[in-house]
């Protein structure tokens, strides 16, 4: 043992060089070294980590493109370009092919051309712009007041008390005839059904963020801050609802192709938008369907509209998972 010793006299250093004194501070020493973790580029990598949910983006952005682009770009005029081509007698009803070799080859004529010889094409992108922004409109009201209405009645219990009498009232009343009944006392117009569509359509939402509010709320964490003081909002703000981001935002992604399909059903049945939706151009072609070499007036509108609200919900649906912290690991 003796042979392994050094003696510090033979390195030829002074007490300076060989001893240091460290500093002390109470406060770094509590600090944790750790990588920075950030939440949403946390749900971006697991999100983006799915090839099916690029292409599904990717899917998404074209027909976002095409819902809000491309109608500003050809200038589209709902009040002329449906009428342009009236006094053509060869230039309604055609067909893709037909409608390409009588106006040209022209992208406007890759869906035909309908009643009034205008473009399909044209037509159901200027329709999708209404009917999305519609949903989405709709969907950010319903969300933050259901959302902010439901953290507050799972906590109070008088608050509880009431709410859950107007959600037994109201919940009982079917949802499609309480915004037929609001649409026909209203003019139908694009702001009448929003009102129709948000006037109660929150409420669900609300008892869904309640009832999740009261299971997280009885957690231990949070019993032990309340008993440490911590005020109710504060509680509510970075304990319970971050911990919801993925549950709201499944719930969105269910809520925004539901309001489309609202949209579609009451246009169809005579008692939606009197504007140039999806719905309308469905509901303006339904002779068509039965039509033999007109049916792609009607089902162009229905393949879109299919598409937009499936779209909206799968990427909805995977970024909900992408969302859930559990999936972080």
């Known amino acids: 043992m003796s042979e392994n010793r050094i003696d510090v006299t033979d390195l030829n250093m002074s007490d300076a060089d060989l001893f240091a004194i460290v500093n002390h501070d109470d406060l770094e020493s509590e600090k944790i070294t750790a990588p920075r973790y950030s939440y949403w580029k946390s749900v971006f990598r697991v999100f983006f980590r799915k090839k099916i949910n690029v292409v599904v983006l990717s899917i998404l952005a074209a027909l976002i493109a095409f ?56 037509a159901i992108w200027y329709g999708s712009s209404i009917s999305v922004s519609l949903a989405l409109i709709c969907a950010v009201i319903n969300m933050t007041v259901g959302v902010i209405i439901g953290a507050i009645w799972g906590f109070s219990k008088k608050f509880d008390i009431f709410m859950t009498e107007v959600y037994n009232v109201i919940a009982n009343v079917p949802y499609i005839l309480l915004i037929s009944v609001v649409v026909l006392i209203m003019s139908a117009s694009f702001w009448s059904m929003v009102f129709a569509l948000t006037v109660t359509g929150w409420i669900g939402i609300a ?91 009607f089902w162009s ?29």
């Open 67 to 122: 819902t809000y682009i491309y109608p500003a770009v050809i200038g589209y005029d709902a009040t002329v370009d449906p009428y342009i081509n009236l006094l053509d007698p060869d230039g309604k009803h055609l067909a893709p092919a037909a409608a390409m070799e009588h106006y040209g080859s022209e992208l406007k004529w890759v869906l035909g051309s309908g009643k009034a010889g205008e473009s399909t094409f044209d």
């Open 207 to 297: 008892y869904f963020i309640r009832t999740q509010v009261i299971i997280i709320r009885d957690r231990e964490y949070n019993l032990a801050s309340r008993c440490l003081g911590t005020p109710i909002n504060r509680i509510a703000t970075k304990n319970i609802l971050p911990f919801m981001t993925s549950v709201i935002v499944t719930l969105a992604a269910t809520e925004i192709p539901s309001y489309i399909s609202y949209e579609v059903f009451l246009s169809y049945i005579g008692m939606g938008l009197s504007d140039m939706s999806l719905g309308k151009l469905i509901q303006a072609a339904q002779s068509a369907m039965v039509t033999p070499g007109w049916e792609f007036e």
């Open 301 to 329: 509108p229905v393949a879109i509209a299919s598409i937009i609200t499936i779209v909206l919900y799968v990427v909805g649906q995977n970024l909900g998972d992408a969302s859930d912290p559990r999936t972080h690991m």
